[in-house]
Nanobody, 125 residues
Framework: QLQASGGGLVQTGGSLRLSCAASGRTFSSYNMGWFRQAPGKEREFVAGISWRGGTTYYADSVKGRFTISRDNAKNTVMVYLQMNSLKPEDTAVYYC??????????????????WGQGTLVTVSS
């Protein structure tokens, strides 16, 4: 089970930190990712992190503004997305996802096996 939280309303230039609690499986052995879907648009990759946390990958649109991290220390794995310098175009429902394909950090939604329910981020101009 993946449970995303931390969304909300923020002004342009503001910050938010999203959290994803992953439990029920050995998610410490899964690569994790964040995706987002804006109204009327397809779901898109935002950021991904390898199962040990040593490799991260970002969409060009968020590079330098967003940071993905994870904490495997407990039975419930936590994955975070720190979002800074937010822009109105970052408005979307954000989803966390888990991938059993550990050889690389996937950037396509079909590379991920488990999904959270989404948390809404709204950036006002």
């Amino acid at each position: 089970q993946l449970q995303a939280s931390g969304g909300g309303l923020v002004q342009t230039g503001g910050s938010l930190r999203l959290s994803c609690a992953a439990s029920g499986r050995t998610f410490s052995s899964y690569n994790m990712g964040w995706f987002r879907q804006a109204p009327g648009k397809e779901r898109e990759f935002v950021a991904g992190i390898s199962w040990r946390g040593g490799t991260t990958y970002y969409a060009d649109s968020v590079k330098g503004r967003f940071t993905i991290s994870r904490d495997n220390a407990k039975n419930t794995v936590m994955v975070y997305l720190q979002m800074n310098s937010l822009k109105p175009e970052d408005t979307a429902v954000y989803y966390c996802a888990a991938s059993s394909r550990r050889q690389w950090v996937g950037v396509s939604s079909n590379e991920y096996d488990y999904w959270g329910q989404g948390t809404l981020v709204t950036v006002s101009s």
